[in-house]
Structures are given as structure tokens and as C-alpha cells.
T-cell receptor, first 109, second 110 residues
Framework: DAKTTQPPSMDCAEGRAANLPCNHSTISGNEYVYWYRQIHSQGPQYIIHGLKNNETNEMASLIITEDRKSSTLILPHATLRDTAVYYCIVRVIGNQFYFGTGTSLTVIP | NAGVTQTPKFRILKIGQSMTLQCTQDMNHNYMYWYRQDPGMGLKLIYY???????DKGEVPNGYNVSRSTTEDFPLRLELAAPSQTSVYFC?????????FGDGTRLSIL
């Protein structure tokens, strides 16, 4: 079973920041949070991951709350190409990922 | 680099037929995975492998078999195709993280 909860859909205006929330209240101390996205039913694309600290890369920022029960993926300047389904995943032992149903993000011109 | 290559891209099978979905990676990754994705749903892990000669069941292994004789290849076998196995199948590989995915095989069982 997926260990994360995400809103099913969100809209964001082009050029604005997209903030995608994820709840993972049962996460264990050594489990990482990963974010992937899937565009047009292609293979999922890695975005970012983290354990405790906030992380940033060229694609996005990941903000993890201090109690680690939730996190937010931030796309700083959303473009039309960012329209996709975004998956928040908790990695369990053995490198197994459990995908939920994700958040369908629509970037509006 | 080709990354993760899956063949075929599309296939239609009749109930009871068998087939093998091919997956190969050229990144020398030790971990490989098979997922299925039903319409409107997230991916579910079928089988995974931590290295050549080692495989293990994921969340939904029933009706499938795998083998890992080389680092590069991780084929998925359907022995008796059933309509419930109509899905999109994704193969992935990793060396630690992140997982790199192929473009998928769209399989219909009629």
C-alpha cells in the first residue's frame, strides 16, 4: 500500500510557483521521500529526494517538515511543460517504491 | 547511452498465450524493477532484482515470472495471459538512486 497521500489534482498559472503537498504521516526514520513525475504516460522521471533536510536542484525544491510527516515539492516557475502527474513516494527497505495515484498538475497559460 | 530499453512497445495477446517482455539497461546498474500501471492509477511493483541471479517479489507478482542471468537484462514472463494483465508495463534500473525508467510496453489481453 502507498504510504503517501496527495491531492488528486491542482492548477497553477504559468510562471508562478507550483506547490505540491504530500502527507506521509507513517514514515519511518530511515525512509526517504522521493518525487517523480509522469508526462503523457511516459516512464516516470526523477525530480528530487530527501531524508530530513530541505533539498534543491535545477528542477525543484523539496521542503520536509521537521516531524517528517509531510513535504512540499516546489516548482519555482511553472511552465506548460510541467503539466504532468506528480508522485510523492516513500522508499522502503530493499529499494522498493510504492506509488500512490499522484497529483495531476495542470499549468494554465 | 540508451538507458533503459523496453521491447516491444505495443502488443496484443489472446487469453492463455504467453510472452516475454524484454528490458535491458546499459548503465551497469545493479538494481532492476518491473512495474505495471493500470489506467488512472500509480505504478505497482511486480518484481525486482538486486543483482544477477537474485530476484524478489514486489507488491503484485502473481501471474508473472522473472529471471536475471546478466546485469543488463531483466525479462518479464507472462505464462498464461489473462485480461486482468492488460496494462502498461515499465522497467526501471538504479544504482542506489534514482530509478531510471524505460518508455513502457502497452499490453492488451483480449
Amino acid at each position: 500500500d502507498a504510504k503517501t497521500t496527495q491531492p488528486p489534482s491542482m492548477d497553477c498559472a504559468e510562471g508562478r510557483a507550483a506547490n505540491l503537498p504530500c502527507n506521509h504521516s507513517t514514515i519511518s526514520g530511515n525512509e526517504y521521500v522521493y518525487w517523480y513525475r509522469q508526462i503523457h504516460s511516459q516512464g516516470p522521471q526523477y525530480i528530487i529526494h530527501g531524508l530530513k533536510n530541505n533539498e534543491t536542484n535545477e528542477m525543484a525544491s523539496l521542503i520536509i517538515t521537521e516531524d517528517r510527516k509531510s513535504s512540499t515539492l516546489i516548482l519555482p516557475h511553472a511552465t506548460l511543460r510541467d503539466t504532468a502527474v506528480y508522485y510523492c513516494i516513500v522508499r522502503v527497505i530493499g529499494n522498493q517504491f510504492y506509488f500512490g495515484t499522484g497529483t495531476s498538475l495542470t499549468v494554465i497559460p | 547511452n540508451a538507458g533503459v530499453t523496453q521491447t516491444p512497445k505495443f502488443r496484443i495477446l489472446k487469453i492463455g498465450q504467453s510472452m516475454t517482455l524484454q528490458c535491458t539497461q546499459d548503465m551497469n546498474h545493479n538494481y532492476m524493477y518491473w512495474y505495471r500501471q493500470d489506467p488512472g492509477m500509480g505504478l505497482k511493483l511486480i518484481y525486482y532484482s538486486v543483482g544477477a541471479g537474485i530476484t524478489d517479489k514486489g507488491e503484485v507478482p502473481n501471474g508473472y515470472n522473472v529471471s536475471r542471468s546478466t546485469t543488463e537484462d531483466f525479462p518479464l514472463r507472462l505464462e498464461l495471459a489473462a485480461p486482468s494483465q492488460t496494462s502498461v508495463y515499465f522497467c526501471a534500473s538504479s544504482f542506489g538512486e534514482p530509478q531510471h525508467f524505460g518508455d513502457g510496453t502497452r499490453l492488451s489481453i483480449l
